[in-house]
């Protein structure tokens, strides 16, 4: 989860001087990336990226790119693999950019499907093939913008409203331990605030930029958009501290970041 940042998320070979050191086989599940000033899910040089029940939202640029990185001298074509990605059932909504960016002339293998991409300044799909079909790159896949889904009062973002169509994106609700979904909240059922531990003055105690009102920014349990019926209630316990280990939204996702400070 990542709101506010550069990136969202990036993954990318590397070039130190000496041989690339390429990358591949990054899942990225259950995670979400808004307002990032540039790109949401960056994959660059990288082969067999996966993007799996993703929600990129109000991006500066793109939402999400597959390229490779020229100006760091790690090309696809020093990745033994190639380049290649596939997005499964990600929602990429009301960014300024595309909602997707395929650069095709290097990356070999690539597929969007059971997505939605919808409402992006620079056009949704990265090329103008038919969405909806089972065919091609893109395959049982939409344009039409989902309902109550966003940042704007009335809208949720970390999971779908209840009765507003088929699950795409996201669902950052229960906390995942050494890589397994539990059932235990990772959101205070009773007031929505994130479990971010002690408060420093002057460090992580500045709203509207710190963790402890990072659920205000994101409309958890607050501004329209209640808990799904049924949210579990958790121990105090629990919900008070990030125990360690205790991930923030997806093991699987090690790259991804907090909240701003």
Partial sequence: MALDNDYGSTIRARNFGGPVRPVGDTVVRDSVFARSAKVGVYSRGASGTVLANVTIVGTRGDGFVADEDRGERAPCSANPRGCSIVA??????????????????????????????????????PTAEDPRDGDGHIRHSSSVRPLGVGLAAGECVLWRPAGKGPHIGATVLYRYRDGTLTDEPLWDPATGAFPCGALVPGVNDVPGSSCFDVHQRLNVNVNGCAFPPGYAVSSPTVMQSAPRGTPRASRRHRRATRPSR
Avoid at 97 to 122: M, P
């Fill in 88 to 125: 499964r059932k990600v929602l990429s909504l009301a960014n300024r950019g595309k909602g997707a960016q395929i650069d095709e002339g290097v990356v070999s293998s690539w597929r969007i499907e059971s997505s939605t991409l919808a409402g992006n300044g620079g056009g949704d799909f």
